[in-house]
């Protein structure tokens, strides 16, 4: 690639990292506003199914044939199959919001199922909850998972071992 290339790739790769540095301070504003309205116990549930939510909606767009991710922004490196440098994860730790900001991390399950009930994209390892890097792995889903995500019913948290730890 040329010199001429590799400034608008830098430039185009920092414009998506402060796009998606907003994104996860509006997810950590809504779900901060929630918790502090709602207590706990129902901000965490209200928050999960708007992620479910969410997750579904990406799940549509993917079904479409419409792009899930960026390209460049969301991460800084793969390797190995692990995701190192998460821009989200590391907006969730600057400001000292892992909890809340892992429930983010819950759209991997949720626009898989939504594209396939019957599999799911989980963590092994999680960098918003505290890991050093992100690992996923597709599994099959359960029934219950299946109805829980259908119905986006509160105990769906479950879905993803690594981050119902977290929570």
Not at 18 to 37: G, N, P, V
Not at 106 to 117: F, G, Q
Not at 118 to 138: P, T
Request: net charge positive; glycine share 8%; proline share 4%.
């Amino acid at each position: 690639m040329g010199e001429k290339q590799m400034v608008p790739l830098i430039e185009a790769r920092e414009q998506v990292e402060i796009a998606i540095t907003r994104l996860a301070l509006l997810h950590l504003a809504f779900s901060k506003t929630l918790i502090e309205k709602l207590g706990d116990e129902k901000g965490n549930e209200l928050i999960l199914k708007s992620i479910m939510e969410y997750g579904k909606r990406i799940g549509d767009r993917i079904t479409r044939g419409l792009p899930d991710l960026p390209k460049y922004g969301i991460h800084r490196s793969r390797r190995n199959g692990k995701v190192f440098g998460c821009v989200l994860a590391e907006v969730f730790q600057e400001y000292g919001e892992e909890d809340v900001g892992c429930l983010y991390c819950y759209v991997d399950a949720a626009k898989s199922m939504a594209t396939n009930p019957k599999r799911k994209l989980i963590h092994g390892e999680c960098a918003a909850c505290g890991d050093e890097y992100c690992s996923f792995k597709v599994v099959p889903t359960t029934e219950k998972e299946q109805r829980d995500f259908k119905n986006r019913g509160k105990e769906w948290k479950y879905v993803d071992p690594r981050l119902a730890q977290k929570n």
